[in-house]
């Protein structure tokens, strides 16, 4: 069993539809989150950082993480077409350690 | 955010010849600095974790005298290819870590690799 599973889609939905992104991990002792957008050809981009359970809201971004579940989610409002990229979920057990990735999911909004 | 730069964005080199790539913090210091390479259509690839002032710590698989990796400062990690070859062209990517109790990490925007 992978550290951490993503599911790499791709998933396809229409402009204004919720998009829904998740990873499981197995390692308990994981606890700061990331959620990572990247461009075809482009580094990552920080979307979204949490640490331990909880919800966190950035405009049309929400991630919840469910250590009890080793579960988290990137929850996507009114999507774009700008949208259209792949998110990658990261996280770590402590600093000055290197997150672990999950593979990516491809994201593709339509107009 | 935090902004992380890299130079050259891109790179084309003859095989048998050594390419340097710089991966700067801008605004803010970086204690701990990561090397990643990753191939079209998967995940990044963890290659090394560097500290400044100390030597780089490289992830299973990785030849270090291969790839040279210097923290000489806390805004600045290279990452020298030696002796590149074809089956080293790639996406290379830094990140580093603001240490600011955020723990959180930023990323550069790749340098892409073509060897000959």
């Known amino acids: 069993q992978k550290e951490v599973e993503q599911d790499p889609g791709p998933l396809s939905v229409p402009e204004g539809a919720i998009v829904s992104l998740n990873c499981t991990y197995s390692n308990s002792a994981f606890q700061y989150f990331m959620w990572y957008r990247q461009y075809s050809r482009k580094g990552p981009e920080l979307l979204m950082y949490t640490y331990s359970s909880g919800n966190k809201e950035d405009g049309r971004f929400t991630a919840q993480v469910d250590k009890s579940s080793k579960y988290i989610s990137l929850f996507i409002r009114d999507s774009q077409p700008s949208d259209s990229a792949t998110y990658l979920c990261a996280m770590k057990s402590q600093a000055g350690t290197a997150l672990i990735f999950g593979k990516g999911t491809t994201l593709s909004v339509s107009s | 955010g935090a902004v992380v730069s890299q130079h050259p964005s891109w790179v084309i080199c003859k095989s048998g010849t050594s390419v340097k790539i710089e991966c700067r913090s801008l605004?803010?210091?970086?204690?701990?600095m990561f090397w990643y390479r990753q191939f079209p259509k998967q995940s990044l690839m963890l290659m090394a974790t560097s500290n400044e002032g100390s030597k780089a710590t490289y992830e299973q698989g990785v030849e270090k005298d291969k790839f040279l990796i210097n923290h000489a400062s806390l805004t600045l990690s290279t990452l020298t290819v030696t002796s590149a070859h074809p089956e080293d062209s790639s996406f290379y990517i830094c990140s580093a870590e603001t240490g600011t109790g955020q723990e959180t990490q930023y990323f550069g925007p790749g340098t892409r690799l073509l060897v000959l």
């Open positions: 605004d803010f210091q970086a204690t701990t």
